[in-house]
């Protein structure tokens, strides 16, 4: 049976290598090859790695130590290697003329729409992480992923929970547990909201799931866009309401700051 299942996977990466021959993947933004890891072609590839050190326009920093329109850290509590939140980029937004040209605000819409880049979002969050607990008091093996998940209605829309999507994957490169502690009632769409109508949708609309929230965990909190903060305040309240210890919001993009007046 070993042998057997061995030989099926032998036989699918020589047909995948066969196809790849004859219709080598293509770059999805600009259609040139693309690289095997990225999905992305040389030139989109270093677009992405560029957009990751954009600074803000209040303190100059990178993502990685800004904090300027952070409201939600305090509600979080936890830091972690002098850290108490971690996100790869800043996201201008849709309504930007400089979003249109941008890598990462592409590849994010697809990853929404379709699933798509889901694995490479999971591969760039775990080697970042995997660094950011080589530098605190914490190791990787005590903590659960989790999410606020996708609303049925966009759900059933795009047959697809994108961050369900990026949690799973990221379970896989960390060894660490992936877990559905929250469900989400129908409710208003966050990206039509102001933000103070974002955090009552967010906290009406997010409940947490019965008995599944670990009492003393530690919880990494993946949200793929962090704008105005709400939906992970209202994730981060319900989680510690409901017993647990430590919550670290993790992104793939926090919505860059507006440039002081």
């Given at each position: 049976m070993l042998n057997s299942n061995?030989?099926?996977?032998?036989?699918?990466?020589l047909i995948k290598s066969g196809l790849d021959l004859l219709f080598p993947p293509a770059c999805p933004f600009c259609g040139k090859k693309s690289n095997d890891r990225t999905g992305l072609c040389l030139d989109c590839g270093a677009k992405y790695f560029h957009e990751r050190q954009m600074s803000c326009p209040r303190c100059g920093q990178t993502v990685e130590f800004c904090n300027c329109d952070c409201d939600f850290p305090h509600i979080s509590r936890t830091t972690v290697g002098g850290k108490t939140h971690m996100s790869l980029t800043f996201y201008t937004g849709s309504g930007n003329a400089e979003a249109a040209g941008r890598v990462t605000e592409q590849m994010i819409l697809s990853l929404k729409n379709n699933g798509h880049h889901a694995k490479f979002f999971a591969d760039e969050l775990s080697d970042t992480l995997f660094h950011l607990f080589e530098h605190s008091e914490y190791t990787l093996d005590e903590w659960i992923l989790t999410y606020p998940p996708r609303s049925l209605h966009n759900y059933l829309k795009y047959g697809v929970d994108q961050s369900e999507e990026v949690t799973r994957h990221m379970a896989k490169n960390l060894g660490i547990p992936c877990r559905k502690t929250l469900v989400k009632e129908a409710g208003g769409e966050q990206k039509t909201l102001s933000s103070?109508?974002?955090?009552?949708?967010?906290?009406?609309?997010?409940l947490p799931r019965k008995h599944a929230i670990v009492r003393g965990g530690k919880y990494l909190l993946f949200d793929d866009i962090i704008t105005s903060g709400a939906t992970v305040m209202a994730a981060a309240n319900l989680l510690y309401a409901n017993g647990a210890a430590e919550v670290f919001p993790v992104s793939i993009a926090r919505t860059l700051p507006k440039e002081p007046r």
């Open positions: 061995r030989s099926g996977r032998r036989a699918k990466r103070e109508e974002r955090m009552v949708n967010a906290e009406e609309t997010l």
